[in-house]
């Protein structure tokens, strides 16, 4: 009896490209895989940082566009104290001769500087809403401040100050309460709002993340594009040696594994 004997199993042919990614090349191709990876990554990243860049852009410049006052920021306001701290010293000079106790001559003051930086914002709202400012408010604003001269000029006679010396301090106090109310209605109406600012922060916040996330995205491209240039030299190397191809064959056939590892 014949016995049929099974034929054997030919070996499949394997290409150039397979047996050097299987083999010398199979370390740099896990390279290249893990730095594509990255690479989408840094790519989502990128266009989602963008996305909320030009987003938190556009709302910046739409508070811009409906805002009433000026464009100096909104740390500005934190002088806004020091005024009214003025308006209180100044105000403390003329009342503290006049009253009984030091606590009530520093309540008085108090409430002087609060009424007069209240004035000059009531006032500074009107310019922002481009209503004119009423003349009676600008002459309480005159009483107001002839007043305190007044009462800084007496306090400082009664402590025994000289006609001369007493009229000096008490001008000298008057520019300064003048100034102290003058800047506090400026810098209300030329400065940025509270959300303003926030939103300024934000923005910056969020250009500073796209920036990041682009550089990041150049520098994983750069790692990727030397990846595949290294592929390609190596992969010439492993034609010229191993299949023994001349050197502009192999050139094109690595240029060619270079463009299917790219897509």
Not at 45 to 55: M, N, V
Not at 79 to 90: C, M, N, Y
Not at 183 to 199: A, C, D, P, R, S
Not at 213 to 237: M, N, P, S, T
Request: charged residues 15%; proline residues 4%.
């Amino acid at each position: 009896m014949n016995t049929i004997t099974p034929p054997k199993h030919q070996p499949l042919p394997t290409s150039a490209e397979g047996s050097y990614l299987a083999g010398p090349g199979k370390t740099l191709n896990r390279h290249i895989a893990e730095l594509r990876h990255r690479q989408l990554d840094a790519r989502v990243r990128s266009q989602q940082s963008a996305g909320a860049c030009t987003l938190t852009e556009r709302v910046t410049r739409e508070q811009a566009l409906g805002h009433r006052g000026g464009s100096l920021p909104w740390l500005v306001r934190c002088l806004i104290p020091a005024g009214i701290a003025a308006e209180a010293a100044t105000a403390y000079v003329g009342v503290a001769a006049i009253v009984s106790t030091p606590a009530l001559a520093v309540s008085l003051s108090a409430l002087t500087a609060f009424f007069g930086a209240g004035a000059a914002c009531l006032i500074a709202n009107r310019r922002l809403n481009r209503l004119p400012v009423p003349a009676t408010g600008r002459v309480l604003e005159g009483i107001f401040v002839a007043v305190l001269f007044t009462l800084r000029y007496a306090s400082l006679r009664t402590l025994g100050a000289g006609t001369l010396d007493a009229g000096g301090a008490a001008v000298l106090a008057l520019l300064i309460s003048t100034l102290g109310l003058a800047g506090i209605e400026e810098i209300v109406v030329e400065t940025q709002t509270f959300g303003m600012w926030l939103q300024s922060i934000k923005t910056s916040y969020r250009q500073w993340r796209h920036a990041a996330a682009a550089a990041r995205l150049c520098q994983v491209d750069a790692g990727v594009e030397a990846a595949l240039a290294r592929l390609e030299q190596d992969f010439i190397g492993f034609l010229l040696w191993a299949e023994g191809l001349p050197l502009d064959q192999a050139s094109e056939r690595a240029a060619a594994l270079r463009t299917a590892m790219e897509t």
